[in-house]
Each structure stands twice: as structure tokens, then as C-alpha cells.
């Protein structure tokens, strides 16, 4: 994980790219990048988060804000633990597209935490988005609800460092284990994509759509083999890889089908796949 920095999390703490290009008609133009800056992404005290909407999410649901399971403020989600609905006051710095601090939002509630399969905590404010817009002009992040793709282009946008790192999905992994937690199906980034402690919980952000596809959560530091801040790939025959110095992030394009109506978490819903209490 890359480290949150302090002492929220007290001992340990878990971390916390250009796509080739298709082949074109003689002519045709490639897309352009979206711009992607800071707007939207918020602060904690020790980690890194954004304020994210889904597909469906209307204007006036209550804004909702994602950082890292392993950064949720009353610690680490035991393996196999799912959270829900627990109740919060915590607050997050709201930064506008060059990083500058406009406002503070806070929550009433973590609607979803667990650092089992994925690492994601999931806050409910005590805000709209609309009345964010109205207030601000920054609008939320949008989560892809598809899977991604290797070779995509993408940005890990820190609010903790205001730091943005630019690289690209390297490819997928089996298992990723760290210590006594295991996630599946996560994103491993290009070399140049060096996140260090504090960016846990920025929003990984495909630059040709400008949505999130994955949340940044961990790197391993020193070499070691599936330990704490040193995670390790697991293949499905059990086969260990072990890559200094490389970084990972979940997605979290299966966390949209888990929401319905005014932002509200259905884990029940049919198509759902995020772990349940």
C-alpha cells in the first residue's frame, strides 16, 4: 500500500502510460486527450480521494466521496470485513482544477468500506453535487462502468501531494497479495507511474474519457515477497511474481451496478459483485 503519511493509520499503511494507437484510415485523426487536472479530487489527512458520481447519478443525490479501504479513518477493514453505513464527520479538501483548496466537504456516513477483493471506502457528504457546481463550478468524477484496457493512457491524480502522475496500464493481475489481504483482477501501471505515500485513494483517470477506471492503492518498495507495502502477483496456477518499485490500483468499474436510485447502496442488486458484510 502506499503509506498514508501519518498517524491517522498509526503503524502500517498500504499505498498508496500512452495507449498504442489503432491503426487509422489514411487521414484520420486520433482523438484528443481529455484534460485532466485536479478538479474534483479532494484531500483527507493522510491520503488522497475524489468526489465521484456513477452513469446514473442525478444532481441533487448527496456527493459522494472514494478514497482507499485501507485509509478509512477508524482503521484497516479486517480480510473478509465489509463496512456499511457506518457513521462519519469526516472531512475532505475540495481542490479546483489547479489544485488550490476552495472548500471543505464533510460526511455523515461511510456507505461502503472494505479492503477485500478491492481497497475502497466510499463516504456520503452532507452536499449535493449540484449545490458543489452552484458553489464552485467543479463538478464530480464519473466512474467508468466497463472494464479497462491495457495499453490505455491514464493519470493518478493526487489532491494530498497535488501531484499528477502520468502512465499506462501495464496490463491486469490475477491476485495481488499484501500482507493479509488479497485483491483481484487489479491494474498494474507502467514504470512511470512512481506513486508514493499519501497518493492511496487517487482516482486513476483514462484520458481519452476523462472517467475513472481504477483507484490507486499500493507499490512495492523494497522487493520483498507479498508483504505489507510490498505486494506481490499471483497467478492463477499460484505462480509468485514479485516487481520492485512497480505500482497498483483497483478498479472500479463493477462499483456503479452497486448504487441505484439517489445514490443509495443496493449490495443485493443483480448484477452487484462488490463483497457483502
Not at 479530487?41 to 491520503?47: A, E, G, H, M, Y
Amino acid at each position: 500500500m502506499n503509506k498514508p503519511l501519518v498517524a491517522a493509520l498509526a503503524s502500517l499503511a498500504i499505498t498508496g502510460i500512452g495507449v498504442a494507437p489503432a491503426v487509422a484510415a489514411p487521414q484520420a485523426k486520433a482523438a484528443a486527450a481529455v484534460t485532466v487536472n485536479f478538479a474534483g479530487t479532494v484531500s483527507l489527512s493522510n491520503c488522497s480521494g475524489s468526489v465521484i458520481r456513477f452513469p446514473n447519478s442525478a444532481d441533487t443525490d448527496p456527493a459522494l466521496v472514494m478514497t482507499n479501504g485501507h485509509c478509512l479513518e477508524t482503521g484497516f477493514p479486517d480480510p473478509g470485513e465489509v463496512i456499511t453505513g457506518q457513521s462519519s464527520s469526516r472531512t475532505f479538501g475540495l481542490l479546483n482544477s489547479s489544485g488550490t483548496r476552495v472548500a471543505t466537504l464533510r460526511a455523515n456516513q461511510v456507505v461502503y468500506s472494505t479492503m477485500t477483493d478491492t481497497d475502497v471506502t466510499i463516504y456520503r457528504t452532507t452536499t449535493t453535487y449540484s449545490a458543489i457546481k452552484s458553489s464552485y463550478g467543479i463538478s464530480p468524477l464519473t466512474l467508468s462502468d466497463t472494464h479497462p484496457t491495457a495499453g490505455t493512457a491514464i493519470k493518478v491524480v493526487s489532491g494530498y501531494w497535488k501531484t499528477i502522475y502520468s502512465c499506462n496500464i501495464d496490463g491486469f493481475v490475477y491476485r495481488l497479495k499484501e500482507g493479509d489481504w488479497t485483491w483481484k483482477d487489479s491494474v498494474r501501471y507502467t514504470s512511470a507511474c512512481n506513486t508514493i505515500g499519501g497518493t492511496s485513494g487517487s482516482p486513476v483517470i483514462d484520458t481519452s474519457t476523462g472517467k475513472v477506471v481504477a483507484i490507486n492503492n499500493t507499490g512495492n518498495e523494497d522487493g520483498e515477497r507479498c508483504t505489507v507495502d510490498n505486494p506481490c502477483e499471483v497467478d492463477e496456477s499460484g505462480n509468485i511474481t514479485v516487481r520492485q518499485g512497480i505500482n497498483y490500483a483497483e478498479e472500479t468499474y463493477n462499483i456503479p451496478a452497486c448504487f441505484t436510485t439517489g445514490n443509495v447502496l443496493n449490495l443485493s442488486a443483480s448484477a452487484c459483485t462488490l463483497p457483502k458484510p
